[in-house]
């Protein structure tokens, strides 16, 4: 469903590729991240894939009917703006219901009276997040979408988003271990164009709010995620 192959990249003026003949697929719906350290290439590689960057050789496939969102924490917000009519006036027709049910989930009502001006930023990426939760989507890239939100909220937003969209991509962009072993399905750890392979595919325990957590599988995925990094 996401395919990318042979992809290599250089920024102009680099002296080295970020990517070269690099390869990945996702193959079902649910909840996967990408992970690696900072500067390896998450942000381009999420970029590639949702056609913001053009200029790379090789073939991204998308075999989905509706768009490839990509969604980053500190986005631009209308800072004068209601948060809650900025919510009312943006939200796409038939879609109240689902917004009403996520602002009350991810915490937000009591900030629906407040200007985006007067909001943290944990809350700003909360609502931003939202916003694109509620337009059409099969494939929705967070990247690094809930920084600065306490663990508690973003536990329970990510469980709420995998009830809610379970037949979507999420492709989760996140430095912390603990959390992408346990909600994401697979972990594609980006490693650098000078290692081989440039990617690793790791699974995750893909927990739901439902099921019974397995912390010894979920501890040896988080190993495996931090070797192959
Ligand atoms: N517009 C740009 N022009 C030139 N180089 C860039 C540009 N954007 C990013 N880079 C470089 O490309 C490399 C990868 O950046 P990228 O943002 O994709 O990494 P990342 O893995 O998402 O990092 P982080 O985890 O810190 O967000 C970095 O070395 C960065 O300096």
């Given at each position: 469903?996401i395919?990318?192959?042979?992809?290599?990249?250089?920024?102009?003026?680099?002296?080295?590729?970020?990517?070269?003949?690099?390869?990945?697929?996702i193959?079902r719906?649910?909840?996967?991240?990408?992970?690696g350290?900072?500067?390896?290439?998450?942000?381009?590689l999420?970029?590639?894939?949702?056609?913001?960057?053009?200029?790379?050789?090789?073939?991204?496939?998308?075999?989905?009917?509706?768009?490839?969102?990509?969604?980053?924490?500190?986005?631009?917000?209308?800072?004068?703006?209601?948060?809650?009519?900025?919510?009312e006036k943006?939200?796409?027709?038939?879609?109240?219901?689902l917004?009403?049910?996520?602002?009350?989930?991810?915490?937000?009502?009591?900030l629906?009276?407040?200007?985006?001006?007067?909001?943290?930023?944990?809350?700003?990426?909360?609502?931003?997040?939202?916003?694109?939760?509620?337009?059409?989507?099969?494939?929705?890239i967070?990247?690094?979408?809930?920084?600065?939100?306490?663990d508690?909220?973003?536990?329970?937003?990510?469980?709420?988003?995998?009830?809610?969209?379970?037949?979507?991509?999420?492709?989760?962009?996140s430095?912390?271990?603990?959390?992408?072993?346990?909600?994401?399905?697979?972990?594609?750890?980006?490693r650098?164009?000078?290692?081989?392979?440039?990617?690793?595919?790791?699974?995750?325990q893909?927990?739901?709010?439902d099921?019974?957590?397995?912390?010894?599988?979920?501890?040896?995925?988080?190993?495996?995620?931090?070797?192959a990094?």
């Amino acid at each position: 469903m996401i395919a990318c192959h042979d992809i290599t990249f250089c920024y102009p003026g680099a002296e080295t590729p970020l990517f070269e003949g690099l390869t990945i697929e996702i193959d079902r719906p649910g909840f996967h991240a990408l992970f690696g350290p900072s500067g390896v290439g998450k942000t381009t590689l999420a970029k590639i894939i949702s056609g913001d960057i053009d200029t790379f050789s090789g073939q991204v496939s998308l075999s989905t009917a509706k768009p490839c969102l990509y969604t980053f924490n500190r986005e631009r917000l209308p800072g004068w703006s209601p948060v809650g009519r900025h919510l009312e006036k943006t939200t796409p027709a038939g879609r109240g219901p689902l917004r009403d049910e996520l602002i009350e989930h991810f915490g937000l009502s009591p900030l629906m009276g407040l200007r985006f001006s007067q909001l943290s930023m944990g809350q700003c990426n909360r609502v931003n997040l939202l916003r694109y939760l509620l337009q059409d989507f099969d494939i929705l890239i967070m990247d690094e979408s809930l920084a600065n939100v306490d663990d508690p909220t973003r536990q329970t937003i990510l469980y709420r988003i995998k009830a809610l969209f379970p037949e979507t991509i999420f492709l989760y962009i996140s430095h912390n271990v603990v959390e992408v072993a346990r909600f994401c399905d697979r972990i594609i750890v980006c490693r650098g164009a000078h290692r081989a392979p440039q990617v690793d595919q790791i699974r995750g325990q893909n927990h739901r709010a439902d099921q019974p957590l397995d912390k010894e599988a979920m501890e040896h995925a988080m190993l495996e995620i931090m070797n192959a990094a």
